[in-house]
C-alpha cells in the first residue's frame, strides 16, 4: 500500500475553505485514495475516496492530478465541528487491513 | 444494525492482570482488525482476520492474541498486561469488496489504562 505524507498540523477560521495535501509518491496502479476523519474519542470515518480527478460529496470534495503522486481534500466553509484528525490512505479491492499514518489535525479557531 | 460494537468502552488493569476486549460486527463483514491509538499518534495495526478460523499479526502485535471463531466476534486477549499496553483501542470491520470504498466501519473504542 502506498507511503502517504501529510501536514502535522493545520490551523483554520470558522467559514474558510481549507485544503489538506497528502503526497503519495509510490501510489500503485490499483490504489484508490481514501480519506478518514477521527473526532476525538471517536473512531476514524470514512469521508471520501477517488482514483483519478474530482471527487464530491456532502462531506468534502478530493481533487487528484493525473500523476496520482498527491491528493487534496477541501473542506467547504469549515466550522468548529470539523476540528478532527484527517487520514490520507491508499487503498484497493480486498484490502483486508488499513495502514494509517500520524494524520493532519486540523483546528477551526472561532 | 448496530454497526461495529466494542466493550467495555473504559477498562483499569493491574500490572500482570490479563482481560479480553469485545468486539463484534452485524454487518457480515468479511475483515476485522483492532487497532491502538496513543495519545497523538495514528492507529497500529495489532492483529486482523480475514474471516472466521483465519487470522494474522499486524503491526504490533506481541502481548496480544486474537480469535476469530464467528463471523461476528473478534475478541482482544491481552495475556499480561503491562503499562505500554496503556492506549485506547478500536476495532474495525471492512466488507471484502467495498474496502476501497470506505468500506470499513470503526467501533468506538476501549480506553485502557494499565497501572
Known amino acids: 500500500l502506498a507511503k502517504t505524507t501529510q501536514p502535522i498540523s493545520m490551523d483554520s477560521y470558522e467559514g474558510q475553505e481549507v485544503n489538506i495535501t497528502c503526497s503519495h509518491n509510490n501510489i500503485a496502479t490499483n490504489d484508490y485514495i481514501t480519506w478518514y476523519q477521527q473526532f476525538p474519542s471517536q473512531g476514524p470515518r470514512f469521508i471520501i475516496q477517488?482514483?483519478?480527478t474530482k471527487v464530491t460529496n456532502e462531506v468534502a470534495s478530493l481533487f487528484i492530478p493525473a500523476d496520482r503522486k498527491s491528493s487534496t481534500l477541501s473542506l467547504p466553509r469549515v466550522s468548529l465541528s470539523d476540528t478532527a484528525v484527517y487520514y490520507c490512505?491508499?487503498?484497493?479491492?480486498?484490502?483486508?487491513?488499513?495502514?494509517f499514518g500520524t494524520g493532519t489535525r486540523l483546528t477551526i479557531i472561532p | 444494525n448496530a454497526g461495529v460494537t466494542q466493550t467495555p468502552k473504559f477498562q483499569v488493569l493491574k500490572t500482570g492482570q490479563s482481560m479480553t476486549l469485545q468486539c463484534a460486527q452485524d454487518m457480515n463483514h468479511e475483515y476485522m482488525s483492532w487497532y491502538r491509538q496513543d495519545p497523538g499518534m495514528g492507529l497500529r495495526l495489532i492483529h486482523y482476520?480475514?474471516?472466521?478460523?483465519?487470522?494474522d499479526q499486524g503491526e504490533v502485535p506481541n502481548g496480544y492474541n486474537v480469535s476469530r471463531s464467528t463471523t461476528e466476534d473478534f475478541p482482544l486477549r491481552l495475556l499480561s498486561a503491562a503499562p505500554s499496553q496503556t492506549s485506547v483501542y478500536f476495532c474495525a470491520s471492512g466488507d471484502r469488496e467495498r474496502t476501497y470504498l470506505g468500506g470499513y466501519t470503526f467501533g468506538s473504542g476501549t480506553r485502557l489504562t494499565v497501572v
Open positions: 490512505l491508499g487503498s484497493n479491492f480486498g484490502n483486508e487491513k488499513l495502514t
Open positions: 482476520s480475514v474471516g472466521a478460523g483465519i487470522t
Open positions: 477517488g482514483y483519478k
